[in-house]
């Protein structure tokens, strides 16, 4: 139990330095016109929403500017957390990490803990258990923009139950064998994913294993020779560019079956908190991780029989078209989706990958071509103004045999992702409250 464990603020815990507790820049010293493309990058809330860190998709801003922002510089060990707009994200800056330097954006807060008396780990798991966060979230102004009443105030009055350092480790460790583990599968699927995305451009956009062979080329690297045996030896102009010789150029929309989605009612309890996966925009993974599992509603058989929803395979590409067009997921598990997405499945012979790699290929072109006076808004009639070559079937199979092994390495790896993470949340607040005790054998010796 956490008898004995001292009650401390996070300010009694936080180094004896100035800007051990910093809130990011306020105001106009930091705006969006002083953002670049390169150069130190600048931490958001999408930096601590996905794990600890997420070391990517910054903005960022020149040296110089950054220079003038040193107090709001994040060092490795630096707890972070955002305090206006999706509260309740929590990260920890990492040893190893991509760039030199990081400054905090104008949303996010910083503690620089003392380790002698609190690890950053430790809190970093504090803030995140039910008991963190209940903390934050009573004291969120409910005016505007979410965010923390006194935020800074706030964190430094924050009191939690600190046990000897010696156990903090103890416990932190075991949490952290989990999010190792989920963060190493998220690597490997960024991988994956690479691999898989890069053989269809490959084929289907450079079209680089019918050049080769028009270069006399016998074989093409990942390519069965029966799938090169099939290829033409030219490429001819047509609408979009040169294509294969012979290969049909066809309207995006007839390589698909599109699929609507819907909303049960609200206010009928009877359609909602079942046992189908609703899928909404928000449940979509990150990019690399493709597959979705499950999703944060779910509705009722007679939730799907009394709406426009329908439940759609697994395989199955969910694409958002309205607000943010689109984002993509791979269904994982039989799930129902709501109206603002498509979801699309492969016709007259076309498999999952393609379609999902092809509509992901064509994001960019499906969101210039959106309209809509108060959303962005994707309709049926904006697949088929887009124009695609269909490749002969035999090839179509050819690169669903290849990347299918790439896919459901993937998906397995969300699958025990989704198992560690659930087993993280039991273990979390029994440990960080000391109710359920780590066993002092297993601590090693330099931590006591």
Request: aromatic share 10%; net charge negative; with cysteine.
């Given at each position: 139990m956490s008898d004995g464990w001292a009650l401390k603020t996070i300010a009694e815990c936080a180094l004896d330095e100035p800007y051990a507790t910093q809130i990011g820049p306020f105001g106009k010293a930091l705006m969006?016109?002083?953002?670049?493309?390169?150069?130190?990058?600048?931490?958001?809330?999408?930096?601590?929403?996905?794990?600890?860190?997420?070391?990517?998709?910054?903005?960022?801003?020149?040296?110089?500017?950054?220079?003038?922002?040193?107090?709001?510089?994040?060092?490795?060990?630096?707890?972070?957390?955002?305090?206006?707009?999706?509260?309740?994200?929590?990260?920890?800056?990492?040893?190893?990490?991509?760039?030199?330097?990081?400054?905090?954006?104008?949303?996010?807060?910083?503690?620089?803990?003392?380790?002698?008396?609190?690890?950053?780990?430790?809190?970093?798991?504090?803030?995140?258990?039910?008991?963190?966060?209940?903390?934050?979230?009573?004291?969120?102004?409910?005016?505007?923009?979410?965010?923390?009443?006194?935020?800074?105030?706030?964190?430094?009055?924050?009191?939690?139950?600190?046990?000897?350092?010696?156990?903090?480790?103890?416990?932190?460790?075991?949490?952290?064998?989990?999010?190792?583990?989920?963060?190493?599968?998220?690597?490997?699927?960024?991988?994956?994913?690479?691999?898989?995305?890069?053989?269809?451009?490959?084929?289907?956009?450079?079209?680089?294993?019918?050049?080769?062979?028009?270069?006399?080329?016998?074989?093409?690297?990942?390519?069965s020779s029966d799938a090169f045996e099939s290829l033409?030896?030219?490429?001819?102009?047509?609408?979009?560019?040169?294509?294969?010789?012979?290969?049909?150029?066809?309207?995006?929309?007839?390589?698909?079956?599109?699929?609507?989605?819907?909303?049960?009612?609200?206010?009928?309890?009877?359609?909602?908190?079942?046992?189908?996966?609703?899928?909404?925009?928000?449940?979509?993974?990150?990019?690399?991780?493709v597959w979705v599992i499950d999703t944060a509603e779910r509705i009722t058989d007679d939730g799907v029989r009394n709406s426009a929803a329908k439940v759609l395979p697994p395989g199955t590409t969910v694409i958002s078209a309205r607000g943010t067009v689109g984002r993509l997921a791979l269904i994982g598990t039989p799930m129902a989706i709501n109206q603002s997405c498509y979801g699309a499945q492969g016709a007259d012979g076309v498999g999952d990958y393609f379609v999902y790699f092809s509509l992901q290929h064509a994001a960019a072109e499906l969101r210039r071509h959106t309209h809509g006076s108060v959303f962005d808004t994707i309709t049926r009639a904006t697949f088929d103004s887009l124009q695609r070559v269909r490749p002969p079937q035999e090839l179509l199979q050819a690169f669903e045999d290849t990347v299918a092994p790439y896919m459901l390495a993937l998906r397995n790896n969300c699958l025990q992702s989704k198992t560690l993470g659930a087993l993280r949340d039991i273990l979390l607040p029994e440990l960080i409250s000391g109710a359920m005790r780590v066993p002092e054998t297993g601590v090693a010796d330099g931590d006591q």
């Open positions: 969006a016109e002083q953002y670049t493309s390169s150069g130190v990058p600048v931490l958001r809330g999408v930096n601590v929403n996905r794990g600890r860190f997420h070391d990517d998709d910054f903005v960022f801003i020149s040296e110089s500017t950054a220079d003038a922002l040193s107090k709001f510089e994040s060092f490795p060990g630096d707890v972070l957390l955002v305090h206006k707009g999706t509260l309740g994200q929590i990260g920890l800056m990492p040893s190893k990490r991509r760039h030199q330097r990081y400054i905090m954006g104008n949303s996010m807060l910083r503690v620089r803990c003392d380790p002698s008396v609190l690890l950053p780990e430790f809190l970093y798991y504090w803030l995140s258990s039910p008991q963190g966060q209940d903390y934050l979230f009573s004291r969120v102004s409910q005016v505007g923009v979410p965010q923390l009443q006194r935020p800074l105030t706030t964190l430094r009055e924050a009191q939690l139950r600190v046990p000897p350092v010696h156990v903090q480790s103890a416990i932190t460790s075991r949490l952290e064998v989990l999010d190792d583990t989920i963060e190493l599968n998220q690597r490997m699927n960024h991988n994956l994913e690479r691999l898989a995305r890069l053989i269809f451009e490959a084929w289907f956009v450079d079209f680089a294993p019918v050049r080769a062979k028009a270069e006399g080329a016998t074989s093409f690297p990942g390519m033409p030896t030219e490429l001819v102009d047509a609408q979009i560019g040169p294509v294969p010789a012979g290969w049909d150029l066809v309207p995006l929309s007839a390589l698909l079956m599109l699929h609507g989605g819907g909303t049960p009612k609200r206010d009928i309890a009877a359609y909602w908190n079942g046992s189908v996966p609703w899928f909404s925009v928000r449940d979509a993974p990150a990019d690399s991780d």
